[in-house]
């Protein structure tokens, strides 16, 4: 009987101590978790059933790798906040999957995405032909963003961060100099107080970062 009661007692206390974990990691749609979150996750869920299966055991022994997780996730997420790079390294990039109708099987096979998931994706988005998809990305998340012809097109940002997207000006057939030219002409000379910039309607869209 006493073992049940503190089984109960460390069920109500983990509750709150995850619930509290969750939230402060922040809000996240569960088909939106990165492969890092993914891992705190499954951590807890397996320190909790650890510190529930044996009810004899260190309570505290149990808290503590929680405590660190949560710990080490905060501390990627600021870092995630702070650097591009960081956050490429940790999450991932999206993977262009489909551009003009036409399907990227090599960076298919690179994903270990098949022709099966594609098509079930673009049927989930209600589109019966691919050669009606303008781009298709593969999120980090394993999501599929779709982008019709016929549609408002992605638009792909220039500057992310302070940090220059040299893969997105080669996309669009435009180079670094050319986008320096363009900044300097709109008096900032430094691209690290760019916080969001891209190139539409023949005009760059900039947004200064508020703290620098």
Same mark, same amino acid.
């Given at each position: 009987?006493?073992? +049940?009661?503190?089984?109960? /007692? &460390?069920?109500?206390?983990?509750?709150?101590?995850?619930?509290?974990?969750?939230?402060?990691?922040?809000?996240?749609?569960?088909?939106? @978790?990165?492969?890092?979150?993914?891992?705190?996750?499954? @951590?807890?869920?397996?320190?909790?059933?650890?510190?529930?299966?044996?009810?004899?055991?260190?309570?505290?022994?149990?808290?503590?790798?929680?405590?660190?997780? /949560?710990?080490?996730?905060?501390?990627?997420?600021?870092?995630s906040l702070k650097s591009k790079k960081f956050r490429d390294a940790m999450e991932g990039e999206p993977s262009i999957i489909m551009k003009e109708g036409i399907i990227n099987e090599k960076e298919m096979r690179?994903?270990?995405?098949?022709?099966? #998931?594609?098509?079930?994706? !673009?049927?989930?988005?209600?589109?019966?032909?691919?050669?009606?998809?303008?781009?298709?990305? !593969?999120?980090?998340?394993?999501? /599929?963003?779709?982008?019709?012809?016929?549609?408002?097109?992605?638009?792909?940002?220039? +500057?992310?961060?302070?940090?220059?997207?040299?893969?997105? @000006?080669? &996309?669009?057939?435009? =180079?670094?100099?050319?986008?320096?030219?363009?900044?300097?002409?709109?008096?900032?000379?430094?691209?690290?107080? +760019?916080?969001?910039?891209?190139?539409?309607? #023949?005009?760059?869209?900039?947004?200064?970062?508020? =703290?620098?």
């Open positions: 009987m006493q073992d +049940i009661l503190i089984i109960m /007692l &460390r069920t109500i206390i983990l509750y709150w101590v995850i619930l509290g974990i969750l939230r402060i990691m922040g809000k996240r749609e569960v088909g939106e @978790l990165s492969i890092f979150d993914l891992v705190v996750f499954l @951590l807890i869920a397996e320190v909790a059933a650890f510190a529930l299966d044996d009810p004899h055991s260190n309570f505290i022994h149990a808290l503590v790798p929680m405590v660190m997780l /949560l710990i080490i996730q905060i501390g990627v997420s600021y870092f690179k994903q270990r995405y098949n022709l099966d #998931d594609l098509l079930q994706q !673009l049927r989930e988005q209600q589109i019966g032909s691919i050669r009606s998809v303008s781009y298709a990305f !593969l999120e980090p998340s394993g999501n /599929l963003s779709v982008f019709k012809k016929e549609e408002e097109q992605y638009v792909f940002p220039l +500057i992310i961060d302070g940090d220059i997207q040299q893969e997105h @000006l080669e &996309r669009i057939g435009k =180079s670094e100099k050319w986008l320096r030219e363009e900044l300097e002409k709109q008096s900032i000379m430094n691209v690290e107080k +760019i916080f969001y910039c891209s190139y539409e309607e #023949d005009a760059l869209y900039i947004q200064i970062k508020t =703290s620098f």
